[in-house]
């Protein structure tokens, strides 16, 4: 009874326990590192009842990594959850069109919500994924090109719960729950002078597989199925000695 008493309260959560979504590539309407091999960017999402705020560093060239980091905060329920996620994929154009195929791996670990306002226990969540992305070059002029993208992945979620007055740190391992999802999206990549860019998306959940009683609140908001716009911002720093074509 008391998990259950605890999946109600945590369900009843906007969100604010959930992973943010992963930065993601060309396939997240993204530029490819072909001239700049390293980005910074900044992106902010909307929920239901929830905000999501996150910075991410993008290294590579057709193979990338990106570290990012976030918080996302239901204001009504003063909770806060802090995701930390590291992604790697690729870039693969296919043939000579700015097409490109995109595979990628990732994996997030989210702290909090603790001790908030509708409950005082901590929580901390897992997020595993499998994806496959395409985007293509609709427009490209002198100053300005435009990337349409979309991607799909499969994910495994896993949220431990410990009581009050327990933490992972004082050795008590917790209770965990594991549930897996579908991760739909689509985004719209405005770059100017091969440097900043503009990304309008939104991600669509499906397929969300939980048990029936979990009491870990779900990465969507307080309904599994919740659909979330956002945008993001990002500049390319550095230039190659040679482009790559």
């Known amino acids: 009874m008391r998990h259950i008493g605890a999946g109600l309260g945590l369900l009843a959560l906007l969100g604010a326990a959930r992973v943010a979504p992963v930065a993601a590539q060309v396939c997240a309407g993204l530029p490819p590192l ?16 929830a905000t999501a705020l996150g910075v991410s560093l993008t290294a590579g060239r057709a193979i990338y990594g990106t570290l990012g980091f976030g918080r996302t905060r239901d204001s009504e329920l003063d ?20 097409v490109f195929l995109c595979p990628l791996i990732s994996g997030a670990v989210s702290f909090g919500p603790d001790d908030f306002e509708l409950m005082q226990e901590s929580f901390r969540y897992e997020d595993w994924a ?11 002029a ?29 050795g008590d391992p917790g209770w965990s729950q594991t549930g897996n999802y579908w991760l739909a999206s689509l985004s719209v990549g405005i770059e100017l002078n091969q440097t900043v860019t503009l990304r309008p998306g939104v991600t669509v959940p499906f397929r969300v597989t939980y048990p029936a009683d979990a009491w870990f609140a779900s990465p ?26």
Request: glycine share 12%.
């Open 220 to 245: 969507f908001g307080r309904k599994p199925d919740e659909i979330s716009l956002g945008v993001a911002v990002s500049i390319g720093l550095g230039r190659r000695s040679r482009a790559v074509k």
């Open 142 to 170: 002198r100053r300005i090109s435009v990337l349409v993208a979309g991607s799909v992945r499969a994910a495994l979620l896993t949220g431990t719960y410990w009581p009050t007055g327990y933490k992972a740190a004082d």
């Open 79 to 98: 909770a806060s959850t802090y995701p930390l996620s590291l992604e790697i994929g690729a870039d693969i154009p296919v043939g000579a069109h700015g």
């Open 130 to 140: 499998v994806g496959l992305g395409l985007a293509a070059v609709v427009m490209r």
């Open 34 to 49: 072909r001239e700049r091999p390293f980005r910074v960017t900044a992106s902010a999402a909307s929920y239901t009842y």
